[in-house]
């Protein structure tokens, strides 16, 4: 498989502390989930990736450049409607009034939120938000979707209904990367497993293999912790 993305020596330092140190690193998987304890650099990595934060080292290298969206744990809705934020994206990449709309109905019709699609959207559910998140992200119909805890303020109903949204973009071809502190989830959209300690890329496994036998201690350790 060809890489998507290539990596190489990549570090951000803050003072002397060495947030991403030294990552080399493939991705080729349609679907990655970037698994690792908190404060191992799963977000920063992303921001990285998504061209949110500038490497202090190292370079990253797109064979071919892929447009792309980021979700992120808490949904940034505008003091608009549902409908609006989700034009309001379209517009960005432009697009006509009328065509915006029609992208921004079918989008939130794909998150199943045609019924509201008029209502104030920081009024919905912190559910209902991300889902808006997600129908914005997807009308853009991005190469690259990232996700950062989409689900981590979700309830189990909420989330699984964000997975099945996230696992249908995936089924629409963009490329999914994610990361989240549900290992089942993992399991269940994951294709490749990235774990990440302490800034550094402990390992890069198929994700039966990983849940079977992880490859390293500190995935050992992280697996025996999350799953007792
Ligand atoms: N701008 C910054 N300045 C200094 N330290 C930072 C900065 N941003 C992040 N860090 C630190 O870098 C480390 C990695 O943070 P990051 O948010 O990427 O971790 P994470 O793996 O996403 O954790 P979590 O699972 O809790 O979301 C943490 O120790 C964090 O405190
Ligand atoms: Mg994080």
Not at 35 to 61: D, E, M, V, W
Request: glycine fraction near 6%; hydrophobic fraction near 45%.
């Amino acid at each position: 498989m060809n890489a998507w993305l290539t990596m190489d020596s990549l570090g951000l330092t803050e003072g002397s502390t060495r947030i991403i140190d030294d990552v080399s690193l493939a991705l080729s998987a349609q679907r990655t989930v970037v698994l690792g304890p908190n404060g191992a650099g799963k977000s920063t990595l992303l921001r990285l990736i998504h061209g949110l934060l500038r490497p202090s080292a190292g370079t990253l290298r797109w064979p071919q450049a892929l447009s792309q969206a980021m979700v992120f744990q808490r949904p940034i809705m505008l003091r608009t409607t549902a409908l609006a934020n989700v034009i309001y994206g379209l517009k960005l990449k432009g697009c006509t009034a009328h065509e915006c709309d029609r992208r921004a109905r079918q989008a939130l019709a794909h998150v199943g939120l045609e019924a509201l699609a008029q209502r104030p959207a920081r009024l919905l559910s912190g559910g209902e938000q991300q889902r808006v998140a997600l129908a914005r992200a997807w009308a853009l119909e991005p190469q690259l979707l990232i996700l950062d805890e989409p689900t981590a303020s979700l309830d189990p109903a909420s989330s699984r209904e964000v997975e099945r949204i996230i696992n249908d973009i995936a089924a629409s071809g963009t490329r999914i990367l994610m990361t989240t502190h549900n290992l089942g989830q993992a399991r269940r959209i994951a294709e490749e497993i990235v774990f990440i300690d302490r800034g550094r890329i402990a390992e890069q496994t198929p994700v039966a293999e990983f849940f079977r036998l992880p490859r390293t201690p500190a995935a050992q350790d992280f697996l025996q912790e999350e799953m007792p």
